[in-house]
């Protein structure tokens, strides 16, 4: 078996022969790891290279225009990214693209990844010296979808690549006929136009506006997936706990500083050790976030006993992280969330976010601002909103039966302000 040092030194040989870097110096390397919506935890190495002639700079965070950031992912032994700092590159025979750029371009990227296009990768956006590609199965999106971007200059030199994501859709698909129609979905659509509070800034006052919630139904009939898919979502646990307490406690609550970044040891990497973060939250574990819970709202929110429900737990960074919404959702909507980090081995609350006081923080919004009068009814706002409605097909990753399932995603672009009744789109809201 190979030492780690020549594991280590064999991937920065390859990179330095594959990208052209003989005027360039490894200035640093170090490993970083995060774990996917699969629960897989995915090591890398990531490598700055500093050209030759550029004298050390004084600010060691500081990358000279032409360094190369390449990054290899250790799971694949694929190049996740390439970076040319400032698209700028000192490069001798390293990837340089022949026209037509499409053609050869989709011919590297077949090379690096083992995809084929067409089948797993298809075009999104094509720019002058820019491409674009994204998972899709017979032109039916996929989300969470793989990415992939390339960019090179006026020589056909690559200037950046980068891949996102695992392009697995296509084997863990199942397969079925669509047959979604917005007349069978109406009652589920009146139910997901709500009303949302939305900060004004020109007016200085929170505007109503009802908006449909967008959300996936699944195409067998069998229920719906939340739009947002990623591993927040799927590795979640649901509490639904509402958070009560009967006295205040006298200490104030006090912020910590929180230390997200990891030293990963070349050992951990090349065994591919599972992160913390892959690991589920027990019963034991739950019951103590929901007492540090309870003890950061009695401390910071002392008189919002039963205003809040501790919504969901996940693991991130290191900590374990807990989702706060308002019972009942009432007030400003999507303004009124809170995010508390709780630490994974003391089971203390060590910091927060309130969406509201960022807000008022950063002066956007105003504690003093009115909220709009609600002139119209959620059923009137319904009725503007129903020929607007729109609903796509799309393969959307179901945690539950660990497979892509074909879905329509229901959407609507427009708004109704709730004072005036006048359709707006949100866009411009």
Known sequence: MKSLNANIQQLIDQAKAKFGLEFYYLKRHSFHRYVNMFNETIYTLNMEWFPSHEAESEDDDLNPDGTAVIEVNLNTGQIESVIFVMDKTYAQHGVTFKRPYPAHIIQWIEQETGLIYGEHFHMHQEEKGELSFEEAIEGVQVTPSGSIEVKWNEHGQLMYFTQHGQFLAKTLLKAEEYTLSLDKLENLAKQQVQLFQWPSFEHNRIRSIYALEEIYVKND?????????????????????????????????????????????????????????????SKKEQAECIKAVRTFLAQQYPK??????????????????????????????????????????????????????????????????????????????????????????????????????????????????????????????
């Open 221 to 281: 009939g069998t229920g719906t997936l939340p739009f947002e898919i990623g591993r927040e979502e799927t590795h979640c646990i649901h509490m639904n706990e509402v958070m009560e307490w009967n006295e205040s406690i006298n200490n104030a609550f006090e912020k910590k500083e929180m230390d997200i970044q990891e030293n990963i040891s070349a050992e951990q990497a090349f065994s591919l050790e599972p992160s913390p973060d892959s690991f589920p939250i």
């Open 304 to 429: 919002d006993t039963g205003k809040w429900v501790l919504k969901t737990l996940y693991r991130e960074h290191g900590y374990i992280d807990a989702i706060l919404k308002t019972n009942g959702q009432e007030g400003s909507g999507f303004m009124d969330k809170i995010k508390v980090f709780i630490d994974a081995s003391s089971f203390e609350a060590v910091n927060y976010i309130d969406k509201k006081e960022m807000f008022q923080v950063c002066g956007i919004l105003s504690p003093s601002q009115a909220t709009s009068k609600i002139s119209v009814s959620q059923t009137e706002a319904f009725e503007k909103l129903r020929e607007r409605l729109e609903l796509t097909p799309i393969y959307v990753y179901d945690e539950v039966q660990k497979q892509y399932v074909l879905c329509g995603k229901l959407d609507c672009h427009d708004g109704v302000d709730a004072e005036s009744g006048e359709v707006v789109p949100l866009q411009d809201i």
